[in-house]
Each structure stands twice: as structure tokens, then as C-alpha cells.
């Protein structure tokens, strides 16, 4: 498990009916276990041993079971130290945030989050949908902290609502900057910059997850291969594109999202386009027309150990597209 669960634990725990001791369990490392239940790509179960005999065994469902069924947690008040006396501030309230404040308010301190946005959450509310993480389910794990003792104040941007000064004023011993990385990276071909039909897959998810659900019309191109790839593209098609078709420049195997949200991708009817790379953007009249695109085989590994694309010449061809939706990074 990379957030360090003990897993045998807690499963062995389920499997006996102990199921708030196993939600106990799960908490002392990770405090969001009902949102891990719903979006973790879950690799403990990759490497099960349990796959010798015939399948893995549900780690992420187990629990998702656990923290829907045993949503209060048990008392604090036996296992939480004393007061420090020592406050601290920290800011952005996305998971790193609200981890971070569960662990110190564990450790006795009193902490205040501080979150720009209207509410908290980060990426868990602004980046992924609903439909995948629904907001009572995320609400339900944030008043968990807040039982604990955190405050958490919105609408406040350090450096305009209130200066990183003021809070050593106010006595806070220490600040962690937990504050994300909701900048999408730009492509770098002919024809991005400038215009508006070319979108920052994140800016779009996080429009929509604000319940701006204004229709998508036309036929919609992403690029990129992870989860916000696929969740812009399952988006698009839930507000009304013709057609979504992703485009990816390496093989299947090593798209980046979870197996799981690429059959449901398929399933709702976005198209695949393996081993293709965006070249340009074509513009007539200042509107956008078409993605140009070429396609690729893969070289030499890189210091990464991934095989970096090479073009195939003489292989160009273009992408109807009324919308681009980037999301490489």
C-alpha cells in the first residue's frame, strides 16, 4: 500500500465483523478511506498473493465497504495526546492538506487550514466528477477531520486575504504549503496559444464540477492518457459531444488511468487513437477546425524507462475537432 495501511489487518478485521475496528485501522495512516475506496487505482492488488490461487482480493472495496458501513469513527479522546500549545497553519485544504491536519491534530496541535477556494477539498472536489466521487461521500470524510478539531477557513488566499506575516503574528509555530498542482501543462504546437477552443482539461473538469453544466456541442479531441484524460473525455460526452476520441501517443498497456475508468470510457463510446502525437492546431477564420496530428512508434527508453514516441514520416493526417481538451501534466 503506498499511504503504508497495514492491509492484512484491516481485511482480517472486516472478515471477523470488526469492521470499526478495521476503519480504525485504515484512519492511522490514512483519513480519507471512503474517497480511497471509490478512486484509488489500488496497486496493493496487482501483487497480491491471493492471484496464485484465483483473483486478488478487493483491497480498494474492502475499504470502501468498511468507511461506508462504519462512517463514525471510534472516540479520540483515549488516544490522542494532549495539547501541544503549538498552532499550526496550513494551506490548501486537498488531500495532502487535510492529511497533514489529521496527523497533527493527532499529535495534540491546534490547526487551522487555510483554503482560497469557497469550499474544501482541492482535486477531490474540483478535479474529479461526482459521478466518481460523490460530494456527500467527501463532505462525510472532511467533518470527520473537523470532529477532530481542525478548523478550516475558505475564501482566504495567502498573499491577498491575509499575509504569510500575519500568521507568525498570530502565534502559528509552523506553515505547510499544501497548496496542489491545478496548473495543466501546455503542449507547445502551432496554433495553442490564442485560442479559446483549446482548453486546459483541469480548467474544464474543475468548470463542470462547479455545476457549470453549459452543453458541449460538436466533436471533442483530448490529449493525454491518464485519469483526467479519461474523466474530461467521459464529461464531454455527459454534456452532449458528438464524438470524444482521445489521443494518446503510446500503446494501450501504458495509459496512466485506471483500467477500470477506461472500460467505462469505451463503454460510453470514446474512441482509443494509440500511438498518435498532436502535431498543430489548425484554425479558419480564427475558429478552431482540426487537430493535425502524426502517428508514432516508440524508440529507446529515456532516463524514465518509458520509450520515448518518434514520428513516422510521411504517416500526418488531421482530427476533426470543435474543442481540444489538453491534458498532458
Known amino acids: 500500500c503506498p499511504a503504508g495501511i497495514n492491509v492484512k489487518a484491516y481485511v482480517s478485521l472486516i472478515a471477523e465483523g470488526r469492521f470499526r475496528e478495521s476503519l480504525e485501522v485504515i484512519r492511522e495512516r490514512c483519513p480519507l478511506p471512503a474517497v480511497c475506496g471509490r478512486i484509488c487505482h489500488h496497486p496493493c492488488e496487482a501483487v497480491c498473493e491471493r492471484?496464485?490461487?484465483?483473483?486478488?482480493?478487493?483491497?480498494?472495496?474492502?475499504?470502501?465497504?468498511?468507511?461506508?458501513?462504519?462512517?463514525?469513527?471510534?472516540?479520540?479522546?483515549?488516544?490522542?495526546?494532549?495539547?501541544?500549545?503549538?498552532?499550526?497553519?496550513?494551506?490548501?485544504?486537498?488531500?495532502?492538506?487535510?492529511?497533514?491536519?489529521?496527523?497533527?491534530?493527532?499529535?495534540?496541535?491546534?490547526?487551522?487550514?487555510?483554503?482560497?477556494?469557497?469550499?474544501?477539498?482541492?482535486?477531490?472536489?474540483?478535479?474529479?466528477?461526482?459521478?466518481?466521487?460523490?460530494?456527500?461521500?467527501?463532505?462525510?470524510?472532511?467533518?470527520?477531520?473537523?470532529?477532530?478539531?481542525?478548523?478550516?477557513?475558505?475564501?482566504?488566499?495567502?498573499?491577498?486575504?491575509?499575509?504569510?506575516e500575519h500568521?507568525?503574528?498570530?502565534?502559528y509555530l509552523a506553515t505547510l504549503f499544501a497548496v496542489g498542482a491545478q496548473r495543466g501543462k501546455h503542449l507547445g504546437i502551432d496554433g495553442e496559444t490564442g485560442c479559446s477552443e483549446v482548453v486546459d482539461a483541469l480548467a474544464f473538469l474543475r468548470r463542470v464540477n462547479e455545476g457549470d453544466h453549459s452543453p458541449v456541442a460538436g466533436r471533442v479531441v483530448v490529449i493525454g492518457g491518464?485519469?483526467?484524460?479519461?474523466?474530461?473525455?467521459?464529461?464531454a460526452f455527459r454534456l452532449g459531444a458528438k464524438s470524444v476520441d482521445i489521443v494518446y501517443r503510446r500503446y494501450r498497456e501504458e495509459l496512466l488511468a485506471d483500467a477500470e475508468e477506461i472500460s467505462?470510457?469505451?463503454?460510453?463510446?470514446?474512441?482509443?487513437?494509440?500511438?498518435?502525437?498532436?502535431?498543430?492546431?489548425?484554425?479558419?477564420?480564427?475558429?478552431?477546425?482540426?487537430?493535425?496530428c502524426v502517428r508514432v512508434g516508440l524508440g529507446e527508453?529515456?532516463?524514465?524507462?518509458?520509450?520515448?514516441?518518434?514520428?513516422?514520416?510521411?504517416?500526418?493526417?488531421?482530427?476533426?475537432?470543435?474543442?481540444?481538451?489538453?491534458?498532458?501534466?
Request: with cysteine; aromatic share 4%.
Open 226 to 235: 491518464g485519469s483526467t484524460a479519461v474523466e474530461a473525455a467521459r464529461s
Open 301 to 329: 527508453p529515456d532516463a524514465s524507462g518509458r520509450r520515448g514516441p518518434i514520428q513516422i514520416p510521411g504517416s500526418e493526417f488531421s482530427l476533426d475537432a470543435d474543442l481540444i481538451l489538453t491534458a498532458v501534466g
Open 51 to 164: 492471484r496464485a490461487v484465483d483473483e486478488p482480493i478487493a483491497i480498494r472495496l474492502l475499504k470502501r465497504f468498511v468507511a461506508d458501513l462504519a462512517s463514525e469513527p471510534l472516540p479520540m479522546s483515549d488516544r490522542m495526546p494532549g495539547n501541544t500549545g503549538s498552532k499550526v497553519a496550513i494551506v490548501g485544504s486537498g488531500p495532502a492538506g487535510l492529511t497533514a491536519a489529521w496527523d497533527l491534530a493527532r499529535a495534540g496541535h491546534a490547526i487551522t487550514i487555510f483554503e482560497a477556494n469557497g469550499n474544501p477539498g482541492g482535486m477531490l472536489r474540483y478535479g474529479i466528477t461526482a459521478y466518481r466521487l460523490p460530494r456527500e461521500v467527501l463532505e462525510r470524510e472532511i467533518d470527520v477531520i473537523l470532529r477532530s478539531g481542525v478548523e478550516i477557513r475558505t475564501g482566504c488566499r495567502i498573499g491577498v486575504d491575509l499575509e504569510l
Open 264 to 292: 467505462a470510457a469505451e463503454a460510453e463510446g470514446v474512441a482509443f487513437r494509440f500511438l498518435v502525437a498532436p502535431l498543430r492546431v489548425r484554425l479558419e477564420d480564427g475558429r478552431l477546425r482540426a487537430l493535425e
Open 167 to 171: 500568521l507568525l503574528e498570530q502565534g
